[in-house]
């Protein structure tokens, strides 16, 4: 069974940093499209950062792109994501996810586009970034 669960989430002032652990179980990070997606309050579910299936590049959100950093650690399995230079729009609920074979963090998380039909999701995590 596939299971994500993540940690690492917080308070923290804008500027400061945060890692978050996505903890998987039921298959090997290295083989799945992995990623992070975000939800802040009144708004839609967006892709962060995601790295393809098979060790495949990473892409991310132009929003986050030169201050996160998408990586998988293999002995623990699970993928990370450091967040520098946090900013207060960078509040949201964080959730992992996985795919066996494609995830799409252009914008907008689309139900119908943005997974191959077998995703899998963690419960999430708070970041907020106050002033």
């Known amino acids: 069974e596939v299971q994500l669960a993540e940690s690492g989430g917080g308070l923290v002032q804008a500027g400061g940093s945060l890692t978050l652990s996505c903890e998987a179980s039921?298959?090997?990070?290295?083989?799945?499209?992995v990623g992070w997606f975000r939800q802040a309050p009144g708004k839609e579910r967006e892709g962060v950062a995601c790295?393809?299936?098979?060790?495949?590049?990473?892409t991310y959100a132009e929003s986050v792109k030169g201050r996160f950093a998408i990586f998988t650690n293999n002995p623990k399995n699970t993928v990370l994501l450091r967040m520098n230079n946090l900013k207060m729009e960078d509040t949201a609920v964080y959730f992992c996810?996985?795919?066996?074979?494609?995830?799409?963090?252009?914008?907008?998380?689309?139900?119908?586009?943005?997974?191959?039909?077998?995703?899998?999701w963690g419960q999430g995590t708070q970041v907020t970034v106050s002033s």
């Open positions: 039921g298959f090997t990070v290295d083989d799945y499209a």
């Open positions: 790295r393809g299936s098979n060790n495949g590049p990473a």
């Open positions: 996810a996985a795919d066996p074979i494609l995830l799409d963090c252009s914008g907008t998380y689309d139900p119908t586009t943005s997974h191959s039909g077998t995703d899998y």
